[in-house]
Protein backbone atom coordinates (compact mmCIF):
# COMPACT_ATOMS: atom_id res chain seq x y z
CA UNK A 1 0.00 0.00 0.00
CA UNK A 2 1.48 3.59 -0.95
CA UNK A 3 2.30 5.38 2.00
CA UNK A 4 -0.47 7.96 3.48
CA UNK A 5 -3.27 6.11 2.22
CA UNK A 6 -4.15 3.99 4.76
CA UNK A 7 -8.00 3.99 5.70
CA UNK A 8 -8.45 4.94 2.21
CA UNK A 9 -11.42 2.97 -0.51
CA UNK A 10 -9.23 -0.04 -1.74
CA UNK A 11 -11.24 1.40 -5.30
CA UNK A 12 -9.94 4.74 -5.08
CA UNK A 13 -6.30 3.66 -4.11
CA UNK A 14 -6.88 1.35 -7.40
CA UNK A 15 -8.35 4.47 -8.83
CA UNK A 16 -5.50 6.69 -8.69
CA UNK A 17 -2.62 3.69 -9.32
CA UNK A 18 -4.45 3.49 -12.35
CA UNK A 19 -4.04 7.61 -12.54
CA UNK A 20 -0.22 7.26 -12.12
CA UNK A 21 -0.05 4.71 -14.73
CA UNK A 22 0.70 1.61 -12.54
CA UNK A 23 -2.08 -1.62 -13.41
CA UNK A 24 -2.40 -4.43 -11.22
CA UNK A 25 -3.52 -7.92 -12.70
CA UNK A 26 -3.52 -11.56 -10.74
CA UNK A 27 -2.34 -14.06 -12.22
CA UNK A 28 -4.29 -17.48 -11.28
CA UNK A 29 -1.12 -19.59 -10.71
CA UNK A 30 -0.78 -22.47 -7.84
CA UNK A 31 3.33 -22.78 -7.55
CA UNK A 32 5.96 -20.94 -8.97
CA UNK A 33 9.88 -22.00 -9.45
CA UNK A 34 12.56 -20.17 -9.38
CA UNK A 35 16.07 -21.01 -10.63
CA UNK A 36 18.74 -19.47 -8.77
CA UNK A 37 21.88 -19.27 -10.71
CA UNK A 38 23.91 -21.89 -8.18
CA UNK A 39 21.75 -24.42 -9.74
CA UNK A 40 19.04 -24.14 -6.23
CA UNK A 41 15.62 -23.76 -6.31
CA UNK A 42 13.11 -21.91 -4.62
CA UNK A 43 9.46 -23.17 -4.52
CA UNK A 44 6.52 -21.06 -3.60
CA UNK A 45 3.44 -23.44 -3.08
CA UNK A 46 -0.20 -21.95 -2.79
CA UNK A 47 0.67 -19.17 -4.37
CA UNK A 48 -1.03 -15.68 -4.91
CA UNK A 49 0.98 -13.79 -7.68
CA UNK A 50 0.27 -9.96 -8.92
CA UNK A 51 1.68 -8.60 -12.01
CA UNK A 52 2.21 -4.91 -11.94
CA UNK A 53 2.92 -3.00 -14.97
CA UNK A 54 4.34 0.27 -14.42
CA UNK A 55 5.54 2.77 -17.20
CA UNK A 56 6.34 -0.05 -19.37
CA UNK A 57 8.05 -1.74 -16.66
CA UNK A 58 6.48 -5.36 -15.14
CA UNK A 59 7.22 -7.05 -11.85
CA UNK A 60 5.57 -9.35 -9.83
CA UNK A 61 4.85 -9.66 -6.31
CA UNK A 62 4.74 -13.69 -4.99
CA UNK A 63 3.31 -14.66 -1.49
CA UNK A 64 2.35 -18.28 -0.36
CA UNK A 65 4.15 -21.23 1.21
CA UNK A 66 8.24 -21.14 0.30
CA UNK A 67 10.97 -23.85 0.81
CA UNK A 68 14.19 -24.39 -0.78
CA UNK A 69 15.94 -27.06 -2.15
CA UNK A 70 16.06 -29.32 -5.52
CA UNK A 71 12.87 -30.47 -7.73
CA UNK A 72 12.67 -34.17 -7.14
CA UNK A 73 10.79 -34.18 -10.33
CA UNK A 74 12.34 -33.83 -14.18
CA UNK A 75 10.11 -32.79 -16.59
CA UNK A 76 11.12 -35.99 -18.92
CA UNK A 77 10.28 -37.66 -16.19
CA UNK A 78 6.34 -35.98 -15.92
CA UNK A 79 6.46 -36.25 -19.67
CA UNK A 80 7.42 -39.77 -19.89
CA UNK A 81 4.63 -40.72 -17.02
CA UNK A 82 1.81 -38.51 -19.43
CA UNK A 83 2.94 -40.61 -22.76
CA UNK A 84 2.71 -43.89 -20.93
CA UNK A 85 -0.39 -43.48 -19.18
CA UNK A 86 -2.61 -40.68 -20.58
CA UNK A 87 -2.59 -38.78 -17.34
CA UNK A 88 -2.35 -34.65 -17.51
CA UNK A 89 0.62 -32.73 -16.52
CA UNK A 90 -0.66 -32.21 -12.93
CA UNK A 91 -2.29 -35.38 -12.36
CA UNK A 92 1.47 -37.08 -13.36
CA UNK A 93 3.53 -34.45 -11.31
CA UNK A 94 1.31 -35.28 -8.47
CA UNK A 95 1.60 -39.20 -8.63
CA UNK A 96 5.57 -38.57 -9.48
CA UNK A 97 5.54 -36.21 -6.14
CA UNK A 98 3.74 -39.06 -3.83
CA UNK A 99 5.53 -42.30 -4.81
CA UNK A 100 9.17 -40.42 -4.60
CA UNK A 101 10.11 -39.49 -7.86
CA UNK A 102 9.76 -43.56 -9.26
CA UNK A 103 9.05 -43.51 -12.67
CA UNK A 104 8.15 -46.84 -12.97
CA UNK A 105 5.73 -46.70 -9.69
CA UNK A 106 4.05 -44.04 -11.01
CA UNK A 107 3.04 -45.60 -14.35
CA UNK A 108 1.77 -48.48 -12.81
CA UNK A 109 -0.32 -46.11 -9.76
CA UNK A 110 -1.62 -44.53 -13.00
CA UNK A 111 -2.36 -47.54 -15.42
Known amino acids: MLPGLGGMDPKKIQGLMKQM???QEEVDADRVIIEKRD???IFVENA???KISMKGNLSFQISGDVSEGED?????????VMEKTGATEDRARKVLEEVNGEVAEA????S
Open 21 to 23: GIN
Open 39 to 41: GGK
Open 48 to 50: SVV
Open 72 to 80: EISEKDIKL
Open 107 to 110: IVKL
